[in-house]
């Protein structure tokens, strides 16, 4: 049966100020969501969804996920008047805000879609009709989170802003670095807290200006630290990056919390991942037995969810 995969992401550097054309990192994590497509002899599309998830994180993003599956229908040529098929979802990837979940599903069902109906699409094509997919969760996706779920691995990603296709490269790192997710279990709107952001920036451009090029120092110097293997200053500058994404008011207390829990519990630095508001935080580990120390304190400490993970080989 035709069955297309997409990895989860984490963010380590960059969300919203990736919107901006910034630079920003993100790593594929090994959970994945999968499709699997199965013709039916009526018309229209019937989506089966049976993906773990955070409770209410379905629901709350049903209207956008049929939008989105509309929009890759479009862009792939699938006339679903003339055609029948049920769409299966599932994987080992816990749906939840700022995991990639919805990036997840659209390159599963890009893949599943492409083998179905034959269409010979390469990943650099499944990862732009994902991106379309992505804009039926919110209008201005910078592609980030298709990209890491398309491609996995360590990636480096910088949006056109001029609409052309984003530049990324895949970093690899001469040792592997552990990370904690946990969950807040809250699901946010990307589409509300990107905008609310951007009416921030349009409300005080200077702010915005200075906000920024303090990030862009960052995210290079965090560029050069993750090659060095000085995983002792990528944490020092996660936990400022944490301090910039407070300042756009996009992180929340149960998010400041799990991120002070990881901290006094061993972690090398800790911020929130994603689009905020609720959803994930990650927080790096020095070593595998403090990871799992870190991870034991998030789960005491009332995260919704808790994951390991590692990333850069
Ligand atoms: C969401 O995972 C990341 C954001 O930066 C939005 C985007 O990049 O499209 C908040």
């Not at 919110?138 to 802003?161: C, K, Q």
């Not at 901290?263 to 994603?274: L, S, V």
């Amino acid at each position: 049966m035709p069955t297309g995969s997409g990895k989860g992401k984490a963010i380590l550097f960059g969300e919203h100020f990736v919107v901006y054309g910034l630079p920003a990192l993100a790593a594929g994590i090994a959970s994945e969501t999968t499709a699997t497509i199965t013709r039916v002899r009526s018309f229209g599309w019937k989506l089966v969804d049976n993906r773990p998830a955070m409770p209410g994180y379905k629901e709350k993003k049903y209207e956008e996920q049929k939008a989105s599956i509309e929009n890759m229908l479009k862009h792939l040529n699938i006339d679903s008047t003339k055609t029948g098929f049920q769409i299966d979802l599932g994987g080992d990837l816990v749906c939840a805000s700022g995991i990639g979940a919805s990036a997840a599903s659209c390159v599963a069902i890009a893949r599943a879609l492409n083998e179905e109906y034959s269409l010979g699409l390469d990943d650099y094509q499944i990862n732009e009709t994902a991106y379309i997919g992505e804009m039926g969760y919110h209008g201005t996706p910078s592609g980030i989170d298709n990209t890491a779920s398309t491609f996995g691995g360590l990636i480096w990603f910088v949006r056109d802003l001029n609409g052309g296709s984003p530049k990324f490269e895949t970093l690899k790192l001469g040792s592997s670095a552990d990370l904690v997710i946990a969950s807040t279990g809250l699901t946010a709107s990307t589409k509300v807290v990107v905008s609310d952001v951007r009416k921030k920036k349009d409300d005080d451009p200077d702010w915005f200006d200075l906000i920024s090029r303090e990030y862009n120092q960052l995210v290079n110097d965090a560029r050069k630290a993750l090659i060095k293997l000085n995983f002792d200053k990528v944490g020092i500058l996660m936990n400022k990056n944490h301090e910039l994404l407070q300042d756009l008011t996009v992180s929340c207390k149960e998010l400041d919390n799990l991120v002070n829990i990881a901290r006094e519990n061993g972690a090398i630095g800790a911020k929130m991942t994603g689009t905020g508001r609720g959803g994930n935080m990650i927080a790096l580990a020095p070593d595998k037995t403090t990871m799992k120390g870190i991870a034991s304190a998030l789960e005491r400490g009332g995260a919704a969810g808790v994951w390991t993970t590692s990333f850069g080989v």
